[in-house]
């Protein structure tokens, strides 16, 4: 089992920066696990957002944010990142840090998710 624990999120104006964390516990986890965010925006399909995992430095990021966000961790905390730069509207969402041991798309388990809104 593993636990992910979001923090971060908040109210921001377009153009604004905010980073979100995710913090991962339990006692299978390790650097081989893949972090990513995905988000969900009121009535749209959760999407993914980025990915990282750093057994071998491997990260994605979806074309609509490539560029301006930024995922990282820190394996001594087991915890990762994602900054956001030059946020825009179309960037509220509730993010969502999810965790898996064999895919950078498809989470095992998920964390609770943090509301980014984003006005204009």
Known sequence: QVQLVESGGGLAQAGDSLRLSCAASGR???MNWFLN???QAPGKEREFV???RSTDENTSYAGAVKGRFTV???????TAYLQMHNLKVDDTAV?????SR???WVPDYWGQGTQ????S
Request: charged content about 20%; some cysteine; hydrophobic content about 40%.
């Open 28 to 30: 299978t986890f390790d």
């Open 116 to 119: 980014v809104t984003v006005s």
């Open 95 to 99: 993010y969502y840090c999810g965790a």
């Open 102 to 104: 064999t895919s950078m």
């Open 72 to 78: 990282f961790r820190d394996d001594a905390k087991n």
């Open 37 to 39: 965010w995905f988000r």
């Open 50 to 52: 980025a990915g990282i």
